[in-house]
């Protein structure tokens, strides 16, 4: 979305990252000006899927440069609205998907009846309104939330890592020899 909308020439965020630039803008935007209908609706799983919801960001920029009369590649002039109303419908598709994965978890009794935990990592982590809705979602729902620091949510391997070096401490799963280790290439 933030390449679609030409972030990179944006004056406030020449030099972010698309999320980063995404979550900037959308501080100041009006996520009520544009309405986005949320992906999958029609399916009952913990299952995510974006793609659907950029296909009608697509459309919905490409209408709005219509109505401005300017080219693939100007800022439009509701471009926080946009980034607003595509975080909020992205922040609200992450907590439905992820809710029917609690709930899914607790009837199946899949996690501790006390101290349930939700575990974010990677790129999404780093935002800041998403990690508050993940955190009303956990709250509402007696679950601690746990995130990485922002600084390192860049970055899967970071996140990999990460994990490796907390489930080692913790003497968990860890293996100290790779002999008998069976894996298939694909």
């Not at 978890?105 to 899949?110: D, V």
Request: a positive charge; aromatic letters at 6%; one cysteine or more.
């Amino acid at each position: 979305v933030a390449r679609r909308l030409s972030l990179r020439k944006h004056p406030e965020c020449h030099s972010m990252a698309g999320g980063k630039a995404i979550e900037h803008l959308a501080q100041t935007g009006n996520q009520e000006l544009l309405t986005f209908r949320l992906p999958m609706q029609q399916y009952r799983s913990c299952d995510f899927s974006f793609s659907g919801l950029q296909n009608l960001v697509n459309n919905a920029i490409v209408q709005k440069e219509k109505e401005e009369g300017i080219q693939e590649g100007e800022i439009l002039s509701c471009v926080k609205d946009v980034a607003a109303a595509v975080q909020h419908a992205v922040a609200v598709h992450i907590i439905q998907r992820t809710y029917r994965a609690m709930l899914f978890c607790i009837k199946n009794s899949i996690l501790p009846s006390k101290n349930a935990t939700l575990v974010v990592s990677g790129g999404v982590a780093s935002n800041q309104y998403i990690r508050k809705v993940l955190q009303n979602l956990a709250d509402a729902n007696d679950f601690a939330l746990l995130c990485p620091p922002p600084k390192l949510c860049t970055d899967n391997g970071v996140m990999i890592a990460w994990n490796g070096i907390e489930r080692l401490r913790a003497g968990l799963g860890v293996l100290h020899s790779t002999a008998g280790v069976r894996y298939e290439p694909r």
